[in-house]
């Protein structure tokens, strides 16, 4: 098994990487890369990559222990709501463990989503003149954006089922931002077990 030095961007990782997290041949990732085990897209030089928390779910999914490599930097974060007063409670609570870009509009949110290529988006699911289980589907539904994981944010309790099987990682009830916290570190694999 190579034995390498760990990637320096923290963003992406390649199948040596995952060799080293998994302890298990390169051979082996390449094969479960292509049986669809574990998500991964190819470079025009047709080498596998990986995205850090697509690396994550594998890792949790088979019980494999979560490498320092992945504890590195400070995930991305996009939060979307249209309340200045939770955008700075968010801010206070967040900004010291990830590095968090805050909108009022969520139309430029949108726009912003598409080349800052966050980890996770926080996001109120009703705001003026914004679906946002549609929003949800959209996301999904989009190669580029396919991979964001999305947090619910939100004081509507009546559209966590539905919020959850449109896509969303988890269903926060607004103002209770230490469980906001908790999920968005457990997602990005900062939790410590």
Same mark, same amino acid.
């Given at each position: 098994?190579? %034995? ?12 040596? +990487? ?11 990732? /390449? ?8 998500? /991964?897209?190819?470079?025009? #030089?047709? /080498?596998?990559?990986?995205? @850090?928390?697509?690396?994550? $779910?594998?890792?949790?999914?088979? #019980?494999? !222990?979560?490498?320092? $490599?992945? @504890?590195?930097?400070? !995930? ?5 709501? &249209? ?15 990830? +590095? ?7 139309? +430029? ?8 290529? !966050? ?11 914004? &679906?946002?289980?549609?929003?949800? $589907? ?8 396919? /991979? ?5 944010? *939100?004081?509507?309790? &009546?559209?966590? %089922? ?7 990682? &988890?269903?926060?009830?607004? #103002?209770?931002? *230490?469980?906001? @916290? ?8 900062? +939790?410590?077990?």
């Amino acid at each position: 098994m190579n %034995q390498k030095e760990p990637s320096t961007n923290p963003e992406l990782f390649t199948a040596s +990487d995952m060799a080293r997290f998994c302890q298990v041949d390169l051979k082996t990732i /390449h094969n479960w890369a292509d049986k669809g085990e574990i998500r /991964h897209f190819r470079t025009p #030089g047709r /080498h596998l990559r990986f995205r @850090r928390l697509d690396v994550l $779910d594998f890792l949790r999914k088979y #019980g494999y !222990p979560i490498p320092e $490599d992945l @504890r590195v930097g400070k !995930p991305k974060v996009v939060a979307i709501d &249209d309340d200045p007063n939770v955008l700075a409670s968010l801010r206070r609570v967040l900004s010291r463990r990830f +590095d968090l870009t805050a909108f009022q509009d969520p139309f +430029d949110a949108l726009v912003a989503v598409g080349t800052q290529q !966050p980890d996770a988006i926080i996001l109120d699911i009703k705001m003026p003149g914004l &679906d946002g289980i549609r929003l949800l $589907d959209r996301l999904k539904a989009l190669e580029s954006t396919s /991979h964001i994981r999305t947090i619910i944010y *939100s004081s509507h309790e &009546d559209m966590r %089922q539905e919020a959850l099987d449109g896509g969303a990682y &988890d269903f926060i009830l607004k #103002g209770e931002v *230490s469980s906001l @916290r908790e999920s968005l570190e457990r997602l990005m694999g900062l +939790d410590v077990a």
